[in-house]
């Protein structure tokens, strides 16, 4: 993801550092619709951490950007990290009514580029499958889990299987 030394590695790396504390928070919006009968609750505090991490990649990360995080032309270790704690909270609902992407322009963009890269479709499948947690559903959480495991590995396994099919049909 870098050679050893360069800045494109260390600015990864400081990426991943921050990570932990940063995007990985916006798990906390999710949890309580994961897991309700744990009876968490989603709390003002979590909402304005998760107003902090997007205008510190808003402003910080992605400032200046028409890439990726690490000032490249492909998405690294680090854009996928911070997208999946992103997607998953947007897919699912969770972001909360108060806080919409489309008011930080550069994370917006910079989605809408992660969401155009191959295989997207299915590796969220389970997302998609889930759907919004926020909004009543009669189906227990436990059967919609499972219904988004197995939508998602099917669709992973198909993906596998389409990956094979390119790489070899580009040897022949």
Request: aromatic share 6%; net charge negative.
């Given at each position: 993801?870098?050679?050893p030394?360069?800045?494109?590695?260390?600015?990864?790396?400081s990426?991943?550092h921050?990570?932990?504390?940063?995007?990985?928070?916006l798990?906390?919006l999710?949890?309580?619709?994961?897991?309700p009968?744990?009876?968490?609750?989603?709390?003002?505090a979590?909402?304005?951490?998760?107003t902090?991490?997007?205008?510190s990649?808003?402003?910080?990360?992605l400032q200046?950007?028409?890439?990726f995080?690490?000032?490249s032309?492909?998405p690294?270790?680090?854009?996928?990290?911070?997208?999946?704690e992103?997607?998953?909270v947007?897919?699912?609902?969770?972001?909360?009514?108060?806080?919409?992407?489309?008011?930080?322009?550069?994370?917006?963009?910079?989605v809408?580029?992660?969401?155009?890269?191959?295989h997207y479709?299915q590796?969220?499948a389970s997302?998609?499958?889930l759907?919004?947690l926020?909004?009543?559903?009669?189906?227990s959480?436990?059967?919609?889990l499972?219904?988004?495991?197995k939508?998602?590995?099917a669709?992973?396994?198909e993906?596998?299987?389409?990956?094979?099919?390119?790489?070899?049909?580009?040897?022949?």
């Amino acid at each position: 993801y870098g050679a050893p030394g360069t800045p494109r590695k260390a600015l990864i790396d400081s990426y991943m550092h921050w990570h932990h504390t940063g995007t990985r928070s916006l798990s906390a919006l999710l949890r309580p619709h994961i897991r309700p009968e744990l009876n968490l609750q989603v709390t003002d505090a979590d909402y304005e951490k998760a107003t902090k991490v997007l205008e510190s990649l808003n402003n910080g990360w992605l400032q200046g950007q028409d890439g990726f995080i690490a000032t490249s032309d492909e998405p690294t270790i680090a854009d996928m990290l911070a997208f999946e704690e992103i997607v998953q909270v947007e897919t699912t609902g969770t972001l909360g009514s108060s806080i919409a992407l489309d008011d930080y322009p550069n994370v917006r963009a910079w989605v809408n580029r992660m969401k155009q890269l191959p295989h997207y479709d299915q590796v969220h499948a389970s997302l998609t499958v889930l759907g919004n947690l926020v909004e009543p559903n009669e189906t227990s959480m436990p059967k919609r889990l499972a219904a988004a495991t197995k939508a998602g590995v099917a669709a992973l396994q198909e993906a596998q299987q389409s990956f094979r099919q390119d790489l070899q049909s580009s040897k022949l």
